[in-house]
């Protein structure tokens, strides 16, 4: 899960497909009002968390069956439901445990009770010693590598994002796949970085690339793109 909002487009979905009505809550505290059947029955807080209407009955199955949808659709987009830190692991505040530090740099963790376990990366601030830019992650994967790139443990000058790496292949898959000059020895070098980059996003290796065959092959015509209508025709 990249943030909350991935989780709060997801979750209003699901439930307007079950017939609950979800509008922008009027209040301060609360996120989003939900309705059923032209009553609201529940408020969704800033603290993600689920408030039943006090002032209208609604059913308890109803309830626990939105409290279910909410961590169903949480579980499905990735959060972390393995717990990163021990009782020996420092704990700093508010349940916040300390994973690692490097330099000025602190990588943390919190047990959230829908999204489980939240990570954030923050400076120490040299004048007070008090956290400053936080950043927060619902992803283990990516909290690691935002603390090895802000402490300076990696070069982030060297890494490649999945967007990025999604790039690199599509071009390189192309490169093999369409008529050019290269050489025997640059299509095993191109190969074998596709197969690393493979290797790095399973995903990549069913992944359907689209060409624009006019385009990739129109130089098998003489330069004449036109000819690819006549061959088209026939």
């Not at 069956?65 to 021990?86: H, S």
Request: proline share 4%; aromatic share 12%; with cysteine.
């Amino acid at each position: 899960m990249k943030s909350k909002s991935e989780f709060y487009k997801a979750f209003f979905a699901a439930l307007v497909e079950q017939g609950i009505e979800v509008h922008r809550s009027t209040s301060a505290d609360y996120l989003a009002d939900f309705y059923w059947k032209d009553q609201l029955i529940a408020f969704f807080t800033r603290m993600d968390s689920l408030e039943k209407n006090p002032f209208v009955t609604v059913p308890d199955r109803l309830m626990s069956g939105i409290q279910d949808l909410a961590r169903k659709t949480a579980l499905q987009l990735g959060i972390c439901t393995e717990k990163p830190y021990t009782d020996k692991d420092a704990k700093i505040a508010n349940g916040v445990y300390k994973l690692c530090e490097y330099g000025d740099v602190v990588l943390a963790c919190k047990h959230h009770p829908l999204f489980e376990y939240v990570f954030s990366t923050y400076r120490m601030s040299p004048d007070n010693g008090t956290p400053v830019q936080r950043q927060y992650f619902y992803n283990k994967e990516e909290a690691l590598e935002n603390f090895a790139c802000r402490s300076g443990l990696v070069d982030e000058r060297k890494l490649f994002n999945e967007a990025e790496l999604l790039l690199i292949h599509d071009e390189m898959v192309k490169f093999l796949i369409t008529p050019n000059d290269k050489t025997v020895v640059q299509f095993e070098q191109v190969q074998i970085l596709i197969d690393k980059l493979e290797d790095l996003l399973p995903a990549l290796k069913d992944r359907e690339i689209h060409l624009d065959y006019e385009q990739e092959f129109a130089h098998d015509y003489d330069g004449n793109p036109e000819a690819l209508e006549v061959a088209d025709e026939r």
